[in-house]
């Protein structure tokens, strides 16, 4: 499936059924954040990448983009709270959406990892399989 975020193109790659365990409403967050931040942060022109795909016990949510401006910073660092990649931006934001997303994924046994290679930006979303099957209601 294919949107436009202006003049990105967004590629998603979704195959099969990925099935987590996770309190929905706090999910939402943490995939509307890394969303968000693709459409504020990536160069003009560029394209952003999302896939979902899972393992014998998670199931994964992995999001790419080439960031406008130079990452100088660390991915340990640019997850601190009020931190942001660039400190010259002039975008709405006070830093926290990257901590926080990460702190709901890990309130949902689950974690947040970033990667950064030069102007290449990496998330992906960790949640566990485990318990999905017992209860239709926090399947997402």
């Not at 990105?8 to 890394?34: C, M, P, Q, S, W």
């Not at 990536?42 to 790419?64: H, M, Q, T, W």
């Not at 290679?117 to 960790?126: E, I, N, Q, S, W």
């Amino acid at each position: 499936e294919v949107d436009h975020f202006h003049d990105l193109f967004a590629v998603a790659v979704f195959t099969g059924e990925h099935i987590v365990f996770a309190d929905g409403t706090k999910i939402f967050r943490v995939f509307e954040n890394l969303l968000s931040n693709a459409k504020k942060y990536s160069a003009p022109g560029s394209r952003v990448y999302a896939r979902l795909y899972s393992d014998n016990e998670n199931g994964y949510f992995e999001i790419k983009n080439i960031s406008k401006d130079p990452l100088n910073i660390s991915a340990e660092e640019l997850m601190e709270r009020f931190v942001r990649g660039d400190k010259s931006r002039s975008e709405e934001g006070n830093g926290l959406g990257l901590s926080i997303a990460k702190e709901l994924c890990s309130l949902n046994g689950g974690g947040l990892t970033i990667s950064i290679d030069g102007d290449l930006f990496k998330a992906t979303v960790r949640l566990p399989k485990n318990g999905a099957e017992e209860t239709d209601e926090k399947q997402i």
